[in-house]
């Protein structure tokens, strides 16, 4: 085994330069934890990078016993180390264990130790935040002294942070394994400050372990400064623990989770909270998403993917990213579409009801006769003719609850030939734009959009059968229950509530986990209860208006765009979580040849979408809920925050949700709805409120804060008898 031994004039205790008297810094010795304070693994937790090991030794032929079961084998040896060699053990011993429990010669065993080394090496990164902490340091001290408890040779951990700009002149490393002691017992700072000729209350201690940083540290008399920003946050952690069911996807998808938001360096407790779901939950949701798509593309012959406006947008910018990375060769276009645009021209009472209903039912809570009327395509002196010959008053017009005028006047309209005019008129103009997109040129193509009805999917099918030309694949996020003739030319990557999922299927290559709920979901539509449809709608929110018509230049047909959009949520901070996303995408390690695409990561999204729908903190319901939520249709769609807090009137609709035995009133009901988020509500409502709708819960949650505030009162007063010159 190659372990690279010490050089002559250094002692295996401690590398780098003889000890010197301190710095500028008055006396204080500043010291530096290595791992997941300065330097992380693109994997998270470290127990995967034994998986990587393991996928190349098998790949190799030193392992004869698959990746995970190398792993498990890893961990005990190091544990059966620790216990024999305690703050002593090395990787010689690990491997010495390793080597005993499978079998292993000398060989063999030695090329583990190999790969482990470099495939360490390979993974590591820097922590852009831990950089100005170390410059502060040597600036104020001259040099900074290195200490951890690691198996890894120093050499080799010396080598890694020259190799990523930490190591400075005059810096030293002190590796537990080299003395025999720990910092976790706070043994190890004392070695320190006996070879580095100071008082160990002359440390000052840096690193992302409470335990073994702060709490060892104080245990030995010295000061410790918690850095736990490159400590693997919620959502890496519920990642993380479905690596061995992925083959270890979930643990780089964690790992890209933390590079990014330490890439990003959010500052505030706004940019802080959109900047960990960013990377834990929406990033990881819509890159699974979009690598579906273009397998589903590559395994169909499609040579190009239209990304349907708006949702599209953050998909197509992650596609651009990851086609290259994959070895897909497709062509890559966004689409301006709206519901509002595209479904009058083909939608009539009394054909495709599904396309009408889409048009006319939906988004028409708190909306006047006229308006819904408007939604139609006539012309404006058409709708005044209308109004004027129903015989109805304008109050009847403006109202929002009596739908019977407008139901006979689309009855009439429909039945005299005028929607037909109408929606011929709009066809002309929406065919052109489809012409100049290519749309009807016959090359394959795929139409993507996150869901949930497919109704212009619908729309672009029929006018393209029309044609006589190639019918767009429809990709999709999810599909709700619904019913549509074009069924069999659609299919959904997270869930598929239709009862003709096989049918669907059929026409492409099978894909693991493709158009079907997680059996962790239960029966279909249960997803609806984890995370509502406004969720993935959210992550995928365009930073541009809504399509209202389509205008002919002489440059060819432009997209008419509600105003206002791209205000609101730079405002918010859309640019920032699209960086976050990208730098996602950048440090996920996938490529074309790489297993990771052939796995199912469906129940690991899973969990982290319903830990933050239903379980976010006060934190992240503040900043999410106050995303600029769109509602309505056309000119008259409007910003409103997604969720706030509940009112006396939304309370008492969520007592009667909660216990079904309270009658509920339709008044209860409808302010209910006025929330898009119900946890979101819950955390950003008083306490009282809280405690009346989730007593439990509450209760919970005050108790954890106290033991919070205990345990830091705690980790305090080793400090705090110093300070009094106690012992």
Not at 71 to 91: F, I, S
Not at 203 to 228: E, W, Y
Not at 347 to 375: C, K
Request: hydrophobic share 45%; charged share 25%; with cysteine.
């Amino acid at each position: 085994m190659d372990l690279t031994p010490e050089p002559a004039d250094v002692t295996p205790e401690r590398r780098g330069a003889a000890p010197r008297s301190p710095g500028p810094g008055g006396g204080e010795l500043l010291t530096f934890d290595v791992f997941e304070t300065v330097l992380v693994r693109a994997v998270t937790p470290p127990e995967a990078v034994f998986q990587v090991v393991g996928r190349r030794a098998t790949s190799e032929g030193v392992l004869t016993c698959s990746p995970q079961a190398f792993t498990r084998a890893r961990v005990w040896a190091e544990m059966r180390a620790l216990r024999w060699h305690q703050g002593g053990a090395n990787l010689e011993h690990i491997h010495a264990e390793l080597a005993a429990s499978l079998l292993l010669d000398a060989g063999a065993s030695a090329r583990l130790a190999e790969l482990e080394l470099a495939v360490e090496a390979e993974l590591l990164r820097p922590v852009p935040t831990a950089r100005p902490l170390v410059a502060q340091a040597r600036a104020r001290a001259g040099r900074v002294v290195w200490v951890s408890d690691m198996y890894l040779p120093a050499v080799f951990i010396e080598e890694q942070l020259r190799r990523h700009g930490f190591w400075g002149p005059g810096d030293v490393l002190y590796v537990s394994h080299s003395h025999g002691h720990t910092k976790r017992s706070g043994s190890l700072f004392r070695t320190v400050a006996d070879t580095e000729g100071v008082p160990v209350t002359a440390i000052r201690h840096h690193g992302n372990d409470n335990r073994s940083d702060v709490r060892g540290a104080a245990a030995a008399g010295a000061t410790g400064v918690l850095l736990p920003v490159a400590n693997p946050n919620r959502y890496e952690q519920a990642l993380q623990r479905h690596r061995d069911s992925t083959d270890g996807l979930t643990a780089a998808m964690a790992g890209a989770s933390r590079l990014a938001r330490l890439q990003v360096a959010p500052t505030g407790e706004h940019e802080q909270a959109l900047v960990d779901v960013a990377a834990g939950v929406m990033s990881p949701l819509l890159t699974s998403f979009v690598t579906w798509i273009l397998r589903r593309c590559q395994a169909a012959g499609l040579r190009r993917v239209y990304f349907v406006a708006r949702d599209g947008q953050v998909l197509l910018r992650i596609a651009e990213r990851l086609a290259p990375r994959l070895g897909i060769d497709v062509e890559l276009r966004y689409l301006y579409a709206s519901r509002l645009v595209w479904n009058r021209v083909v939608a009539s009472p009394s054909r495709h009801p599904q396309v009408w209903h889409s048009l006319i039912g939906l988004s028409s809570d708190g909306v006047g006769n006229r308006d819904i009327l408007e939604r139609c395509g006539l012309a404006p002196e058409v709708v005044d003719r209308l109004v004027a010959d129903s015989g109805a008053g304008a109050e009847v017009w403006a109202s929002t609850q009596d739908r019977d005028v407008l139901n006979r006047t689309l009855a009439q309209i429909d039945a005299d030939g005028t929607l037909a005019e109408a929606a011929a008129r709009n066809k002309a103009v929406v065919l052109q734009y489809l012409e100049e997109q290519g749309l009807l040129d016959g090359t394959p193509h795929a139409f993507v959009d996150v869901g949930w009805r497919g109704t212009q999917h619908d729309v672009l099918l029929e006018l393209q059968q029309e044609r006589g030309t190639e019918t767009a694949r429809g990709l999709f996020f999810g599909l709700d229950d619904s019913v549509s003739p074009w069924g069999g030319h659609r299919e959904a990557y997270f869930f598929d509530s239709r009862d003709s999922r096989t049918e669907v299927r059929s026409p492409l290559v099978p894909v693991a986990g493709a158009a079907y709920l997680p059996t962790a979901l239960g029966p279909q539509g249960q997803f609806l209860g984890i995370a509502q449809f406004a969720l993935v709608e959210i992550f995928c929110s365009g930073d541009h208006g809504t399509l209202t018509d389509y205008e002919v230049t002489p440059d060819g047909v432009r997209p008419v765009l509600t105003e206002g959009r791209a205000e609101a949520v730079e405002a918010w901070g859309l640019p920032l979580v699209w960086r976050t996303v990208d730098a996602y995408v950048d440090h996920l390690p996938v490529d074309a040849d790489d297993p990771y695409l052939h796995v199912d990561v469906h129940t690991a999204l899973t969990a982290v979408m319903g830990l933050f729908w239903e379980w976010p903190t006060d934190r992240e319901a503040r900043a999410w809920a106050s995303f600029p939520w769109e509602v309505g249709q056309g000119r008259l769609q409007r910003i409103v925050d997604l969720a706030g807090p509940f009112r006396l009137a939304g309370l008492a609709a969520e007592v009667a949700r909660a216990a079904p035995s309270v009658r509920r009133s339709k008044h209860a009901v409808r302010v209910a709805r006025r929330t898009e988020w119900v946890a979101a509500s819950m955390s950003l409502s008083p306490l009282p409120a809280r405690a009346l709708l989730r007593p439990r819960a509450t209760l919970r949650d005050g108790l954890g804060r106290v033991v919070h505030r205990l345990r830091a009162v705690l980790d305090r007063l080793p400090r705090v008898r110093r300070a009094l010159g106690g012992s």
